[in-house]
């Protein structure tokens, strides 16, 4: 391949608009959330939280999705497994931040990727509602927030880096990671957690953070922020230098991310 797809660019174009619209069904179900309530359920444990707008917006994402390309494959974090007969899958997360949207504080998004066979994700969307933003990217033509091109611009110095994490839902290991905490806050600038890795990793894309690292996630909270950090001129991958993967997700400035990752390796990051 000598340049970026057209395909790629056609990807990110149905990304938004469906990450766009099942946004916009989340910014719906809130007006509903003062008179009418959301109804709730648990999943891992009794602080990971599922509620019908989860499942509604997914219902959304496939019906868009598929609907516009009915040979693509379709896998979403509330248990949508369509096999791709086009060498096309969508990765999706229906409510990234899932907490956040429940007690309406700012946080939670729309995720969705293309990924095609031997390639991986070539391009993506993630939609901010609270924000009023929509973060998109494909595969060698860069990033954009509301169409706009963003690109990151000097690496701060690590004493001076904003890092934004996650912790996860299961007790043990939230107090392993707090734990490392300890170590990393004395030599940053602060540490944000907000609780949605799409939107976090879109936060490194446009500057709202200097720095992302969460371990233990699943490829739709990270497949389009991923890509669009990127794209932005992010380092993204693992603390070894691999792919970014479910062991971990470090993004940041290409200058800082030697430096942030050997601080997270000798706080134990790897293995909490």
Not at 16 to 30: F, S
Not at 43 to 66: C, I, M, Y
Request: glycine share 12%; aromatic share 6%; net charge negative.
């Amino acid at each position: 391949m000598t340049g970026p797809d057209p395909l790629f660019a056609e990807l990110e174009a149905l990304a938004v608009d469906a990450a766009t619209r099942a946004g916009t069904l989340l910014t719906d179900g809130l007006a509903r959330r003062a008179t009418d309530g959301i109804g709730v359920a648990t999943k891992s444990t009794a602080t990971d939280l599922v509620t019908e707008f989860d499942t509604a917006s997914e219902a959304l994402l496939v019906e868009l999705l598929l609907g516009a390309r009915p040979d693509d494959g379709l896998v979403g974090e509330e248990g949508t497994d369509r096999p791709s007969r086009s060498g096309v899958r969508w990765v999706v997360d229906p409510l990234d931040g899932t907490t956040n949207y429940f007690y309406g504080h700012p946080g939670y998004g729309v995720s969705v990727a293309a990924e095609v066979d031997g390639i991986g994700v070539v391009a993506g969307a993630v939609a901010d509602p609270a924000h009023s933003t929509v973060h998109s990217a494909a595969l060698g033509l860069g990033a954009r927030c509301n169409g706009k091109e963003v690109r990151l611009g000097p690496a701060p110095e690590l004493a001076h880096a904003l890092v934004a994490t996650g912790f996860s839902y299961e007790p043990s290991r939230r107090e392993r990671q707090a734990r490392v905490l300890v170590s990393v806050l004395p030599r940053v600038r602060d540490i944000r957690r907000m609780g949605a890795a799409a939107v976090d990793l879109c936060s490194v894309a446009v500057g709202r953070v200097d720095a992302f690292y969460e371990r233990g996630l699943q490829p739709w909270d990270y497949a389009a922020g991923a890509l669009i950090a990127a794209e932005a001129g992010a380092r993204v991958g693992d603390l070894d230098g691999g792919a970014t993967s479910a062991a971990f997700t470090l993004a940041t400035h290409r200058g800082l991310f030697e430096p942030l990752a050997d601080l997270l390796r000798a706080a134990g990051a790897g293995e909490a």
